[in-house]
């Protein structure tokens, strides 16, 4: 009979730790967290996990954890998961619904937790952008510049918050006067992510202009630009916002446009 029991005890025992091992980990994301076919942003996406769910997770390297999934297995940002601790014994044996304990810090934690979207990871690593600028509302109709940009935002400076360059090698001005005009344009960028689909970003550029006239005349002109726009959309998708800009050389002047163009 004492035999029995010990029996009994350690399968109950087993049962708890394969039970526990099985759930050993949860997901503390505040929307669906994806799962990757490989350890990768850019990988096919599987499925996602709801907020909260227990998952088994079979190994984390290098930011990623491998999980099983659907029969097999897949892999996600190990940053938006947590291993959870039981609050005892009883919430394990004999519950189906597992009760976990959490400290004020903890919820503190989570509630400031931004999951790293797909946007956002594409974001730090560079995002192309077919832009037009004009360069006053004026304007709109009459003249601007049209060609493409880089942004790239990888360092995190705060929650949320990140900072990097915003690179415009070659744009074309068409407008009614007897110069046109190339314009490249180089400069800091931070970027605010409100939602994982909605990015606040604000390059500061300075802006070198070779006028071309009707006679092969060229000259330069140097300025500043400031344009924060929103992005919308999740790897690719469209932005839009207001555009200060002022001349150093040539006719001096401060002038009020916009900035518009799609990303991908």
């Keep these: ?80 998961i947590e291993q959870f601790v039981p609050q005892n014994n009883s919430d394990i044996v004999g519950q189906t619904n597992i009760v976990f304990s959490e400290t004020q810090s903890t919820k503190s934690k989570n509630s400031e937790m931004f999951e790293l979207s797909d946007f956002e990871s594409e974001r730090k690593t ?17 003249s601007g510049t049209y060609g493409f940009s880089w942004t790239m935002l990888p360092w995190e400076i705060a929650p949320k918050l990140y900072a990097g360059i915003h690179f415009s090698p070659l744009n074309f001005n068409y407008g009614l006067s007897d110069f046109n005009y190339d314009e490249i344009r180089l400069g800091p960028a931070i970027g605010y992510y409100f939602t994982p689909k909605i990015l606040l970003s604000m390059p500061l550029d300075i802006l070198c202009d070779v006028y071309f006239g009707e006679n092969d005349e060229t000259k330069t002109a140097w300025g500043m630009a400031l344009a924060p726009a929103v992005y919308i959309g999740s790897k690719a998708g469209i932005f839009i916002g207001p555009q ?21």
Aim: proline share 1%; glycine share 10%; aromatic share 16%.
């Design 244 to 264: 200060f800009t002022v001349a150093f050389s040539g006719n001096s002047k401060v002038s009020c446009g916009f900035r518009a163009g799609v990303y991908f």
């Design 126 to 142: 560079g995002v192309y952008e077919i832009t037009y600028a004009a360069g006053s509302f004026e304007d709109v109709k009459l």
């Design 1 to 80: 009979m004492r035999f029995n029991r010990v029996i009994s005890t350690l399968m109950m025992v087993f049962i708890v730790v394969a039970a526990f091992a099985e759930n050993n980990y949860k997901v503390t994301s505040s929307s669906p967290l994806n799962i990757r076919e490989a350890a990768s942003s850019s990988a096919n996406i599987l499925g996602t996990f709801n907020s909260g769910s227990q998952i088994e997770v079979l190994s984390i390297k290098k930011g990623w954890a491998k999980v099983k999934y659907n029969g097999g297995f897949g892999f996600v940002q190990a940053q938006y």
